[in-house]
Nanobody
């Protein structure tokens, strides 16, 4: 079994920054992909960014240039650095981790609120 826990959410003013963390623990052979997704109230869950074990990243158009995804293989941790936050970024942010053997696990989410 693998567990995924996000942290780092909170309240911030427009233009501010936050850094989210996603830690995977438990029994697995290796992490292949990390993904950050977000879900605003009444909306579907949308992709924010993904990164592979090899460091290949992909970003949603709405966050490109403001968000950076990274990972630390030794710590089984992925990060999401978010800058120039806007009220539209308010959502619950979820981490998804895909690992061997055939594991695909979501965290419980962390709330990000951007408001003046």
């Amino acid at each position: 079994q693998m567990q995924v826990v996000e942290s780092g959410g909170g309240s911030v003013q427009p233009g501010g920054s936050l850094r989210l963390s996603c830690v995977a623990s438990g029994r697995f052979y290796g992490i292949n992909n990390w993904g950050w997704y977000r879900q605003a109230p009444g909306q579907q869950r949308d992709l924010v960014a993904t990164i592979t074990r090899d460091g290949i990243s992909h970003y949603a158009g709405s966050v490109k240039g403001r968000v950076t995804i990274s990972r630390d293989l030794a710590k089984n941790t992925a990060y999401l650095q978010m800058n120039s936050l806007e009220p539209e970024d308010t959502a619950v942010y979820y981490c998804n981790v895909q690992a061997a053997p055939a594991l695909d696990v979501w965290g419980q989410g962390t709330l990000v609120t951007v408001s003046s």
